[in-house]
């Protein structure tokens, strides 16, 4: 089974990225470096690369220009990196609100849905002040509504992992695990 790229040209599924997707605070990026790693393949975390094209961070992009600019960088960084070679990719948790990401990430990626309980998230994220979406707001409450939105979008990905309590390692067998049933199915 292959996956036809937006440009018309299949992308054989052993050949494609691996996207991580789920709520801030879940692990993609420090999971996302083990788990590249461990399948030896290159890692890019989206945020570190929009702070890199934008020459500012995360925080300064919202502050300075808002969310909307945000998710537009965010987008075209995103489809560059899926048009790169095949990597890791840790993607920002409100990425599937793009419809051309979500188009992007089903023609080039296989995504896996990093699940946990909110309220192992919201201890972790409060941990950092570096979040402009949570920034001046309760972030159990936060998580519930960003949840609402876009628990659907990250249903929709093709291997979901529930990664909430154990360790980092953990989290990365577990994804291998699942990739391996996922591709073994894919390919039958």
Known sequence: MSSVALDGEPIPVHERTIALVGLMGVGKSTVGRRLAKRLGLPFADGDIEIEAAASMTVSDIFARLGEAEFRAGEARVLKRLLQAPRMVLATGGGAVLNPETRAELKARAVTVWMRADLETVAARVQRRDTRPLLRGRDPLEALRGMA???YPFYAAA???????????????????????????????
Do not use: K, P
């Open 158 to 188: 093709d291997v979901t992992v529930d990664v909430a309590g154990g360790a980092h390692a953990e989290a990365v067998e577990a994804i291998v695990r699942a990739l391996d049933a996922w591709f073994a199915g894919a390919t039958a």
């Open 148 to 150: 609402e939105i876009r």
